[in-house]
């Protein structure tokens, strides 16, 4: 079964600047397609923020397009979110993703346990 651990949230100001994590449990039992994070502020539907194939494709939301970056480190199974500039409306819970196949063909889809990513005026 493939978990996703998170980390890398916390408090910063507006302007600042943070870095989140997400590590799946190590083997070579499955396959990971998509990678992915995902947010969900107070009362609001949980929303894609950015991302990335197994290939490097990235898809960020328009409303954190030129501030955050997702990248992804494929060896270790590896997600990173580099978040720049935050406002007070990236306040949110940051959710992990991850979508692949296990090497007997059944698909999986997961999520982290989510990391509190709060922006202060």
């Known amino acids: 079964q493939v978990q996703l651990v998170e980390s890398g949230g916390g408090l910063v100001q507006a302007g600042g600047s943070l870095r989140l994590s997400c590590t799946a449990s190590?083997?070579?039992?499955?396959?990971?397609?998509?990678m992915g994070w995902y947010r969900q502020a107070p009362g609001k539907q949980r929303e894609l923020v950015a991302a990335i194939t197994s290939g490097g494709s990235t898809n960020h939301a328009d409303s954190v397009k030129g501030r955050f970056t997702i990248s992804r480190d494929n060896a270790k199974n590896t997600v990173y979110l580099q978040m720049n500039s935050l406002k007070p409306e990236d306040t949110a819970v940051y959710y992990c993703?991850?979508?692949?196949?296990?090497?007997?063909?059944?698909?999986?889809?997961?999520w982290g346990q989510g990391t509190l990513v709060t922006v202060s005026s």
């Open positions: 993703n991850a979508r692949g196949v296990y090497y007997y063909g059944t698909n999986f889809d997961v």
């Open positions: 190590p083997g070579s039992m499955f396959s990971i397609n998509v």
